[in-house]
């Protein structure tokens, strides 16, 4: 009998070398069909409904004790996920070897189908930044699944959770999940890591899964300045309380007036039960230069405040062609998505810009020379994730017909996609290698978990 390591290293082995991504209507057409075909093991079950009154259906698989829940696009413009489960759902289908580690697989292929359907455009390629900008959707945050769990903190008070957020509370609240994995994807850099808790003996497992694959891991800057980090490239959980003081540290005014939105699934998922959570961050591209830790040539504060400087420069352009375009998208609902997107983008950026601007300045942290990877995400990658928040201009102009508008904001976006082609030496991974890297993330820590009577310490 294969042990359980042989059985994930079979499972990654045959990671089939998909070309591109699964709309939502066919992860959806796959999943029926595999119920179909394994009536004995798997379940399709309805979890709730869409704002666009699209299902949301859940898949069970296994009978095991323990309950594992697994969601992919917590933001719609993450499709690795969706891929992962894709094939992670038909390999517990079909070998039922890892049914000794002894859970139920509750699993949500797209947890966000309205918003995964208006990034469509991209999932089929050409795979470069241009086109996913074109093509590119993500919501406000208070219109994003993943952050908008209630939370009562200080003057931060959410209590409006969006029906998608609705159907993952009422999963969570009947499954109790020993472990939960939330599968996110950052645009462009390097792999990184989230846990709910230390756990040391999974470190090596982790940077294994990526060396493998050939990916780097992330050694630029943290996503939020005051995250706790446990290993390189292994990050604490952070609760949404710890941006709250950093905004009202940097800002002297109430964070609340900002962070339009509420808490995170690791934290809901808490007031239910001991729930291991792992969040695997996965690029679409790389470039090795964000894992280089040699020195720069410039400090890191300097290097950080160079990047914002670049994104204002970026957000002017945006705020000043909205103004221009605001009396075309009146009583247009096809495009209300992208238009909340940048109302919210140009209400809140400053103020985030502002806060990390004085960070920059006064955290003696900041004073030591940048490695090569923080700057290089500081400088470099902020064009790249500039370049995405101006697509959203682009669909409005399109979607309002103004011509002339939308050539002017193309051409601002071939610059910006221009001098990052002359910056970048890039490389987009091939979506096997993503999905090896997050399915056996998920598996190395499940195994943990079974070692260790699920403390994974």
């Given amino acids: ?25 066919e992860l ?23 704002h666009q009154g699209a299902r949301i259906n859940a898949l069970r698989i296994g009978k095991g004790k323990k309950n594992a829940l697994l969601f992919a696009f917590p933001h719609p413009d993450e499709p690795i996920g969706g891929m992962t489960l894709e094939y992670f759902s038909r390999r517990l289908a079909e070998n039922p070897g890892l049914d000794r580690l002894g859970y139920t697989w509750h699993i949500v292929k797209c947890i966000d189908p309205d918003g995964a359907r208006l990034n469509e455009g991209w999932f089929r390629g050409p795979f470069t930044p241009m086109n996913m900008a074109l093509n590119y959707y993500r919501p406000p945050q208070h219109q994003q699944v993943e952050w908008t ?9 959410w209590t409006r959770p969006l029906p998608e957020t609705k159907a993952l509370m009422r999963l969570i609240r009947t499954t109790r999940p020993e472990f939960m994995y939330s599968l996110h994807n950052s645009g462009f850099g390097g792999v990184y890591f989230f846990l709910s808790a230390p756990c040391k003996p999974l470190y090596p497992k982790l940077y294994g899964l990526v ?11 943290p996503e939020l300045p005051n995250m706790k980090t446990y290993a390189r490239a292994v990050f604490d959980m952070p609760p949404t309380s710890d941006y709250y003081e950093f905004m009202k540290k940097q800002l002297k005014r109430d964070p609340a007036e900002v962070m339009k939105g509420g808490a995170g699934s690791d934290e809901y998922a808490a007031r239910f039960a001991k729930t291991f959570v792992l969040v695997c961050e996965m690029p679409h591209f790389y470039d090795p230069r964000i894992s280089d830790p040699s020195p720069s040539q410039v400090s890191r504060a300097d290097s950080v405040l160079s990047g914002l400087d670049s994104s204002e420069e970026a957000l002017r352009f945006v705020s000043k062609k909205f103004q221009l375009l605001k009396g075309d998208l009146k009583g247009r609902r096809d495009l209300k998505p992208f238009v909340d997107a940048i109302q919210e983008l140009v209400r809140t950026t ?13 955290d003696k942290k900041l004073r030591r020379m940048a490695t090569v990877a923080e700057e290089f995400d500081s400088c470099t990658l902020r064009g790249f994730y500039d370049l995405l ?14 011509k002339k508008l939308d050539a002017e904001v193309l051409d601002f976006m071939r ?42 310490r």
């Fill in 350 to 362: 400053p103020k985030h810009i502002e806060a990390h601007r004085n960070w920059a300045k006064s």
């Fill in 211 to 221: 060396k493998r694959e050939g990916l780097p891991l992330h050694l630029g800057e």
């Fill in 28 to 50: 959806n057409e796959s999943s029926e069909r595999l119920t179909r075909e394994y009536p004995e093991r798997v379940t399709s079950y309805q979890i709730g409904i869409s």
């Fill in 415 to 456: 610059g910006l996609g221009d001098e990052l082609e002359k910056q970048l030496s890039y490389e987009a991974i091939p979506i096997r290698k993503l999905v090896r890297v997050q399915l056996g993330s998920a598996l190395a820590t499940v195994e943990c978990l079974h070692g260790r009577g699920g403390t994974c």
């Fill in 149 to 157: 769990f209630p939370i009562k903190y200080k003057t931060m008070v």
């Fill in 389 to 402: 928040s101006i697509g959203l201009l682009h669909r409005c102009a399109k979607g309002a017909c103004r």
């Fill in 1 to 25: 009998m294969k042990s359980l390591s042989e059985l994930s290293e079979d499972a990654l082995q045959d990671v089939p070398d998909y070309r591109d991504f699964l709309t939502v209507d």
